[in-house]
């Protein structure tokens, strides 16, 4: 798969931009602050519908502006077709695919596949359970783009079932409608479970490969703690919703006394662990980047072997804090016949095995294309 | 700030839903430059509306007098309810052309958010239709969304054990859509294929 062109309009800094990737690695290069990471922004929201650095839309509009619109042409196959995602602050946003406008905007989710990595994805390594809860469920959305309306459905029933408990909280009886909110976490709950489970299996030989190819030492292991008793055999959604009934039924008392949600995939772990020892707390900062590196790129292999393409690989700075024979490394690491686009300040960081073509990022423009 | 009635018109419209600053003032002059029949014509529908349209006592539906034209036809099939959220929604079900029963309007959806609980929906008055023995069967058709799903589940405890058949309407509708824009088709679809829960 290939993002053969991007356009922004009133995304962040950038008023209007088109930007063309004529090559299978392209490094984006120019000042801290110039907009070169909001280009690769603006490229994974097309590929997942979200932002891997703000949790808000409205941070993506530029000053100003009511909304903002993400253009990319992509080719798949020998087929091209043109994804357009209209950003809004409140209401409701568009979407295009093909020329014809879709029903839901989360329609064009599985145009474009893509993992990204910026520095901020560390946190999935040295950060709280939700960091890796999130990366894991951004995965499965390239896997399955449906769960992008169940991970949504997910957090809806959490809290309003959590509103509900808290506004009970001590008293002796369950509040009305309690069995009926314990059913919508389990619908939506049981097929994260499942789905994670999934993810886990098919991300961790993939993360332990891409670790090593990077020059990591020791064994990166990755590995699914889910908050409810995982179920025997190849569990599919059913039998997680099982598990999932029985341990709220174990937590009744306890949930009805504290007055919160203490069952189902919110409180999931993904252990990230070096050669057994706890990633989160017992890797340097140094460690923890090549890590989630390695993730980013298990998770392209993982995409890729599910689809026999190759996924688009968004890399923001990845090369500044690494040696340069690690920056070498890195670079053989990515996988032949992925497109690559990279950013850096510094040209000097690109390490001369990236290849491909470089494009000059200044203020309110991109040059060298 | 507008001053005196422009101000008072301004902010009446922003009450009603959907409607923001902007749009409030937009229209208070597009009402302002109207001829005066035309201004005059429509305060004379709101009027005549809230004077003449009630709630219908069976159904909770919008009606001319105590009973909507649904629970007074009398060709339609009275053991066979379909529940809705609002009344927008009956129209949605009518535009199917397949249903021939009557409606139960909830008025909304289970939302412990919003601080909405059964009781604050027709659910008590959906209980004494069933008791009575009218329905045979009960089609819950709340929207496809978390909080309809959960209210339909809530029903379908609530009437199971007094021996109503009770069945949702197929998952044809996209989830976290409203019934009101699911096109006829796909809503008829939905109808026909319905389960019991
Ligand atoms: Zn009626």
């Given at each position: 798969m290939r993002l053969e062109a991007l356009e922004l309009v009133s995304f962040r800094f950038w008023e209007s931009l088109r930007v063309a990737f004529p090559r299978e690695r392209t490094a984006l290069v120019?000042?801290?602050?110039?907009?070169k990471t909001s280009i690769l922004e603006a490229a994974w929201y097309v590929a997942s519908l979200s932002s891997h650095r703000s949790s808000?839309?409205?941070?993506?509009?530029?000053?100003?502006?009511a909304s903002a619109v993400v253009r990319a042409d992509i080719s798949q196959a020998g087929r091209r077709e043109r994804v357009e995602v209209e950003i809004v602050a409140r209401g409701r946003a568009r979407a295009r695919r093909g020329g014809a406008s879709v029903p839901?905007?989360?329609?064009?989710?599985?145009?474009l596949r893509a993992q990204v990595f910026s520095p901020e994805r560390v946190e999935i390594v040295r950060g709280d359970p939700a960091a890796r809860r999130r990366f894991a469920d951004e995965l499965l959305v390239q896997l399955h783009p449906r769960y992008h309306a169940v991970s949504r459905d997910y957090e809806r029933a959490l809290r309003q079932r959590t509103a509900l408990l808290r506004d009970a909280a001590g008293a002796s009886r369950p509040p009305a409608g309690l069995e009926a909110w314990d059913e919508a976490l389990v619908s939506a709950g049981s097929e994260l479970l499942a789905g994670r489970a999934d993810v886990a299996r098919r991300l961790a030989p993939r993360a332990a490969e891409a670790w090593a190819a990077a020059g990591g030492q020791g064994e990166l292991a990755v590995a699914y703690e889910p908050n409810v008793p995982v179920p025997a055999g190849r569990a599919g959604a059913a039998e997680w919703a099982e598990a999932m009934r029985r341990r709220l039924g174990e937590r009744r008392g306890d949930e009805l006394a504290r007055?919160?949600?203490?069952?189902?995939?919110?409180?999931?772990e993904v252990a990230i662990t070096m050669d057994g020892m706890?990633?989160?707390?017992?890797?340097s900062f140094g460690e923890g980047w090549l890590i989630a590196v390695a993730l980013v790129l298990g998770a392209a292999a993982a995409i890729a072997e599910a689809f026999a393409d190759e996924p688009v690989l968004l890399l923001d700075?990845?090369?500044?804090?690494?040696?340069p024979a690690r920056r070498e490394r890195l670079a053989g690491a990515l996988p032949a016949g992925a497109q690559a686009i990279v950013t850096a300040a510094?040209?000097?960081?690109?390490?001369?095995?990236?290849?491909g073509g470089t494009l000059l990022v200044r203020e309110g423009e991109v040059l060298g294309a | 700030m507008f001053e005196g009635p422009v101000q008072d018109l301004i902010e009446a419209l922003r009450r009603?839903?959907?409607?923001?600053q902007k749009s409030a003032q937009r229209l208070a002059f597009h009402l302002l430059k109207a001829p005066a029949d035309e201004a005059r014509a429509l305060a004379e529908s709101i009027l005549a509306a809230k004077e003449r349209v009630a709630i219908c006592r069976?159904?909770?539906?919008?009606?001319?007098?105590?009973?909507?034209r649904y629970c007074l036809d009398?060709?339609?099939?009275?053991a066979l309810v379909c529940v809705v959220e609002e009344p927008a929604d009956i129209i949605a079900v009518e535009r199917t052309q397949e249903f021939r029963g009557r409606y139960h309007v909830l008025g909304g959806h289970i939302s412990p958010i919003d601080g909405v609980?059964?009781?604050?929906?027709r659910i008590r008055e959906l209980l004494a239709r069933v008791e009575r023995g009218e329905l045979k069967e009960v089609i819950v058709a709340t929207n496809p969304t978390v909080e309809g799903e959960a209210t339909a589940i809530y029903l379908a405890n609530l009437l199971k054990p007094l021996g109503a058949r009770v069945t949702r309407i197929a998952s044809?509708?996209?989830?976290?859509?409203?019934l009101e824009y699911a096109d006829e088709v796909t809503l008829g679809r939905a109808l026909e294929g319905r389960r019991e829960i």
């Amino acid at each position: 798969m290939r993002l053969e062109a991007l356009e922004l309009v009133s995304f962040r800094f950038w008023e209007s931009l088109r930007v063309a990737f004529p090559r299978e690695r392209t490094a984006l290069v120019g000042p801290n602050g110039c907009g070169k990471t909001s280009i690769l922004e603006a490229a994974w929201y097309v590929a997942s519908l979200s932002s891997h650095r703000s949790s808000s839309d409205s941070a993506l509009l530029r000053r100003g502006a009511a909304s903002a619109v993400v253009r990319a042409d992509i080719s798949q196959a020998g087929r091209r077709e043109r994804v357009e995602v209209e950003i809004v602050a409140r209401g409701r946003a568009r979407a295009r695919r093909g020329g014809a406008s879709v029903p839901r905007r989360r329609d064009v989710l599985g145009a474009l596949r893509a993992q990204v990595f910026s520095p901020e994805r560390v946190e999935i390594v040295r950060g709280d359970p939700a960091a890796r809860r999130r990366f894991a469920d951004e995965l499965l959305v390239q896997l399955h783009p449906r769960y992008h309306a169940v991970s949504r459905d997910y957090e809806r029933a959490l809290r309003q079932r959590t509103a509900l408990l808290r506004d009970a909280a001590g008293a002796s009886r369950p509040p009305a409608g309690l069995e009926a909110w314990d059913e919508a976490l389990v619908s939506a709950g049981s097929e994260l479970l499942a789905g994670r489970a999934d993810v886990a299996r098919r991300l961790a030989p993939r993360a332990a490969e891409a670790w090593a190819a990077a020059g990591g030492q020791g064994e990166l292991a990755v590995a699914y703690e889910p908050n409810v008793p995982v179920p025997a055999g190849r569990a599919g959604a059913a039998e997680w919703a099982e598990a999932m009934r029985r341990r709220l039924g174990e937590r009744r008392g306890d949930e009805l006394a504290r007055g919160a949600s203490l069952v189902g995939p919110h409180r999931d772990e993904v252990a990230i662990t070096m050669d057994g020892m706890v990633a989160r707390t017992h890797s340097s900062f140094g460690e923890g980047w090549l890590i989630a590196v390695a993730l980013v790129l298990g998770a392209a292999a993982a995409i890729a072997e599910a689809f026999a393409d190759e996924p688009v690989l968004l890399l923001d700075d990845p090369f500044t804090p690494l040696d340069p024979a690690r920056r070498e490394r890195l670079a053989g690491a990515l996988p032949a016949g992925a497109q690559a686009i990279v950013t850096a300040a510094d040209p000097g960081e690109i390490p001369e095995t990236f290849g491909g073509g470089t494009l000059l990022v200044r203020e309110g423009e991109v040059l060298g294309a | 700030m507008f001053e005196g009635p422009v101000q008072d018109l301004i902010e009446a419209l922003r009450r009603l839903p959907g409607i923001g600053q902007k749009s409030a003032q937009r229209l208070a002059f597009h009402l302002l430059k109207a001829p005066a029949d035309e201004a005059r014509a429509l305060a004379e529908s709101i009027l005549a509306a809230k004077e003449r349209v009630a709630i219908c006592r069976e159904c909770f539906n919008v009606a001319e007098g105590e009973r909507c034209r649904y629970c007074l036809d009398a060709r339609r099939d009275p053991a066979l309810v379909c529940v809705v959220e609002e009344p927008a929604d009956i129209i949605a079900v009518e535009r199917t052309q397949e249903f021939r029963g009557r409606y139960h309007v909830l008025g909304g959806h289970i939302s412990p958010i919003d601080g909405v609980g059964p009781d604050d929906l027709r659910i008590r008055e959906l209980l004494a239709r069933v008791e009575r023995g009218e329905l045979k069967e009960v089609i819950v058709a709340t929207n496809p969304t978390v909080e309809g799903e959960a209210t339909a589940i809530y029903l379908a405890n609530l009437l199971k054990p007094l021996g109503a058949r009770v069945t949702r309407i197929a998952s044809g509708i996209p989830v976290g859509g409203d019934l009101e824009y699911a096109d006829e088709v796909t809503l008829g679809r939905a109808l026909e294929g319905r389960r019991e829960i």
